[in-house]
């Protein structure tokens, strides 16, 4: 079994994230870049799958700027056997289409039995991507598990809906993506740190995958037209109690329609 999971890098969640006033594109100096938690739990879920199954391979796939290499390193650092990094300055700025497109020819490239994905990324959190990608390979895509089940030619799971859950299975090849209720990912080990230096990482740009950015935006694609900062807090309204605080809470609220 070949299962890629999908590891995508965005800025520290704690840290200051900025998008590029003039070019609207992420500010990637503002914040440091780590792997997104969710792609981390991805990459758990297929590492204990390989732990009780051998002969499996975890591959990872990550596209992005040259710090993606250091974040596929410390994943490596993790179990995954081996990566590729899809790297080329033609896509700054790609949005989901592009990023689709080009996830889906470097899984075809790298080769595939199932490929894992976090149902959501923490700065784009378009959760869309695995689906994307389900229909450019043309394989079946179970998105949004909250448990998944590897078995040798299916896969299925659990995804919560509004009025309760529901059981899904679809055959192999298939696209998964995975909630924050698979489980946190583990510590990397001494040996684990030390092989990560050693394992493969191929570096792929769009030519290696038989693509250009003339037949990426022939679809066309979306443009930041604007980006506005956020205005800054202003401070609250303090209500002092003199005997009146109920009725001064009550107009307050009442003044923003919110009750
Ligand atoms: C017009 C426009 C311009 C943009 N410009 C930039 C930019 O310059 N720099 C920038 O960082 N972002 C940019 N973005 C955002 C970026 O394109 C999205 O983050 C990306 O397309 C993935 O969308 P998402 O994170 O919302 O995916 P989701 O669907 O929320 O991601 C779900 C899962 O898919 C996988 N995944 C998603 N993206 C990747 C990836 N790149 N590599 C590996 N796995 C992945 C992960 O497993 C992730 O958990 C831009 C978006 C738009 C619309």
Do not use: C, W
Not at 73 to 96: E, P
Not at 118 to 127: A, H, K, L, V
């Amino acid at each position: 079994m070949k299962i890629i999971v999908l590891v995508k890098q965005v800025p520290d969640t704690y840290g200051e994230r900025k998008l590029n006033a003039t070019t609207g594109i992420l500010d990637r100096a503002a914040s440091e870049p780590i792997i997104d938690e969710i792609s981390e739990r991805a990459l758990e879920v297929a590492l204990r799958y390989r732990d009780s199954h051998k002969g499996t391979e975890v591959v990872l796939l990550g596209m992005g700027p040259a710090s993606v290499t250091a974040a596929l390193r410390k994943a490596l650092a993790l179990g995954a056997d081996s990566a590729v990094h899809v790297l080329d300055d033609a896509l700054a700025g790609a949005d989901m289409g592009y990023t689709a497109a080009v996830l889906a020819a470097a899984t075809i490239h790298t080769g595939y039995d199932l490929v894992i994905a976090g149902n959501e990324s923490t700065d784009g959190r378009g959760g869309v991507i695995p689906s994307m990608i389900a229909e450019h390979l043309q394989r079946p895509s179970l998105t949004f598990l909250d448990s998944l089940d590897i078995l040798d030619e299916r896969v299925s799971g659990v995804r919560r809906t509004e009025t309760g859950t529901v059981d899904a299975h679809a055959a192999l090849p298939a696209i998964v993506s995975i909630t924050e209720l698979a489980p946190d990912v583990r510590f990397p080990n001494f040996k684990g740190i030390l092989s990560a230096k050693k394992k493969p990482l191929t570096v792929l740009a769009l030519a290696d995958l038989g693509l250009d950015t003339a037949a990426l935006s022939s679809r066309g694609h979306s443009v930041i037209a604007k980006t506005e900062q956020r205005p800054s807090r202003t401070a609250g309204t303090k209500v002092a109690d003199d005997g009146n605080a109920g009725v001064d809470l009550a107009d307050f609220l009442a003044a923003r329609h919110l009750i």
